[in-house]
């Protein structure tokens, strides 16, 4: 073990289990993130309370970390190729590039060989017009970039949807349409690669999504081998286009008939990806963490089937009966204010 001090931008949940997940194997952790007392920062041996594009921070950051890491997307990149400049970040900041903006991220996907909903990129009101009317009135708007738990975006459903002003009202700043997706289900995968090009995937989750917040992962997903075996090829091909190298997760649309449609990437750790906490003996966050501290990764074999809910705002007052609920694992993340949408915790329910 060569690596003993790991820096992560982000203080949020995911941060926070990527800490927990780094202290069992002997690594310190140093969180870089402007906001005091951090569901992150509670857990790591450091904290570094700076904004993450803060030159004085960041290279006080890289001068205590043998490698940098993070726990969201929109991670600056300029931020993570000052950091790359004098320390390894990982995944390589080419990832965060990508998955920042969703027309990049939807050629990337197409050029890995995997199919997206079709789309085109929107610089004007004409431009909207143009292709509701290419795509018979129906698509889906989003913002290309800041967009996250479906804010930033409109759904025209039918060409009687009124798309006038639809640019202006969402901030008229670059977005795409995309063509609507009549999909069957929602699955996701998270995969990871190691420092010596070996991927590892652990198996794909069944999502549901309510207010455009994931509600529910379930696993195994009702896809058949075949689908799942799509997905795991899927993110494998991402994972090596990038010299990847850390937990990614690829989010798809499954068709009627089984085919996958990718909607899109985290170049990070994932909520449909805590079940693994529960039903793996390696979880999502220890390997990414065995990733990017240069060990080998660990077996993503699930022991057992299982439900995953997120706790989201008032979801958190009824605590008491998840705490009294058979084979649950309860996750709690530290917050104090439980604002309606916000991540409050998660549960994973084993099914035997
Ligand atoms: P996203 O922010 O891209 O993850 O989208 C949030 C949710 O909106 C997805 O999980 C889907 O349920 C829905 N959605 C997004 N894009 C499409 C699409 N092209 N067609 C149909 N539904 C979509």
Avoid at 153 to 182: C, H, N, T, W, Y
Avoid at 208 to 231: D, F, K
Wanted: proline fraction near 5%.
């Amino acid at each position: 073990m060569t690596t003993k001090t790991i820096g992560i931008i982000g203080g949020g949940q995911l941060g926070r289990m990527l800490a927990m997940a780094a202290a069992r194997l002997n690594f310190r952790t140093i969180i870089l993130e402007p906001q005091a007392d951090c569901p992150a920062a509670q857990l790591a041996n450091r904290q570094i309370a700076a904004a993450y594009d803060d030159p004085a921070g960041l290279d006080e950051l890289a001068a205590a970390c043998d490698v940098v890491t993070y726990e969201f997307e929109n991670v600056p990149v300029a931020a993570a190729e000052r950091l790359a400049a004098r320390v390894p970040v990982y995944p390589p900041p080419r990832a965060l590039e990508v998955a920042q903006d969703r027309l990049t991220e939807k050629r990337f996907i197409n050029d890995c060989g995997i199919p997206t909903a079709r789309f085109h990129a929107i610089d004007s009101q004409a431009d909207l017009d143009a292709a509701l009317a290419d795509f018979g009135g129906q698509g889906v708007l989003k913002t290309r970039r800041l967009g996250y738990d479906g804010k930033g975006q409109k759904v025209f459903r039918s060409a009687a949807d009124d798309a006038a002003g639809a640019f202006a009202s969402l901030g008229s700043v670059p977005m795409i349409l995309e063509s609507f997706v009549a999909f069957e289900r929602e699955l996701s995968v998270i995969a990871a690669r190691a420092l010596d090009g070996k991927v590892r995937a652990f198996d794909p989750a069944e999502n549901v999504h309510r207010n455009g917040i994931l509600h529910t992962s379930t696993v195994p997903a009702n896809v058949s081998e075949a689908t799942a075996e799509a997905a795991r090829a899927a993110a494998a091909a991402i994972l090596g286009k990038l010299d990847y190298v850390g937990v990614i997760g690829i989010e798809f649309f499954v068709l009627a008939d089984g085919g996958l449609v990718a909607n899109e990437m985290a170049p990070r750790v994932h909520n449909s990806g805590h079940w693994t906490e529960a039903a793996c003996v390696i979880s999502q966050f220890e390997q990414h963490i065995r990733a990017v501290a240069g060990l080998s990764l660990g077996n993503p074999r699930r022991h057992s089937d299982c439900v995953m809910q997120n706790l989201i705002g008032d979801d958190i007052d009824v605590l008491p009966q998840w705490l009294a609920t058979d084979d649950t694992l309860v996750h709690l993340y530290g917050k104090t204010e439980a604002r309606p949408g916000r991540k409050m915790g998660h549960v994973t329910t084993l099914k035997r």
